[in-house]
């Protein structure tokens, strides 16, 4: 296993702030030194991810951590728009989210999701879930470097 030369960016699409401080934790807890960006719902995901507004400098993700369940745009809206553009559909996506119904775990990996993980409510469960990802997509497997356009 290969620790990558350089953090890498991951996006955190998460409306709670609770879950964002857990994943905060987590990413601490474990000394990730990837760097994490948040963004509140699917419209600033979109923004983000497209360099819009206010995130017109923001950094091309090499990870997307989604929240399902999101106001303005939900996450499966957000997931497919991101495997629908030819300049995102490389930028592997985990959805995060605490829906365990298999519609929502179906439909997700029909719209192109790398993974998806249901949330434990227990904070050392959720602190250990949020590692296994970053083990797996951050040391395990290698990413495609981001491009900057």
């Known amino acids: 296993m290969n620790t990558p030369a350089q953090p890498i960016e991951v996006l955190l699409v998460e409306d709670d702030p609770g879950d964002e401080l857990m ?7 474990n000394k990730i030194r990837n760097t994490l960006h948040v963004v509140r719902d699917g419209q600033e ?23 399902l369940n999101l106001p303005k745009y939900d996450g499966r809206q957000v997931l497919e728009r991101i495997k629908g553009d030819d300049n995102l559909a490389h930028i ?3 959805v995060l989210t605490t829906s365990s119904a298999e519609e929502d ?14 949330k434990p409510v227990d ?5 250990a879930a949020v590692r296994q990802i970053d083990d797996f997509f951050v040391t395990v497997v290698r990413l495609p470097r981001a491009a900057t356009s």
Do not use: C, K, M, W
Not at 23 to 29: K, L, M, P, S, V
Not at 105 to 118: D, G, K, P
Not at 123 to 127: A, E, G, K, N, V
């Open 45 to 67: 995901a979109l923004d983000f991810l497209y360099r819009q507004g206010e995130h017109a400098d923001a950094p091309r993700p090499d990870l997307i951590l989604l929240d």
């Open 105 to 118: 775990i179906l439909r997700s990996y029909r719209l192109h999701a790398n993974a998806y993980v249901t």
């Open 123 to 127: 904070l050392d469960q959720f602190i």
């Open 23 to 29: 994943t905060r934790e987590a990413f601490e807890d």
């Open 92 to 94: 592997p996506v985990v």
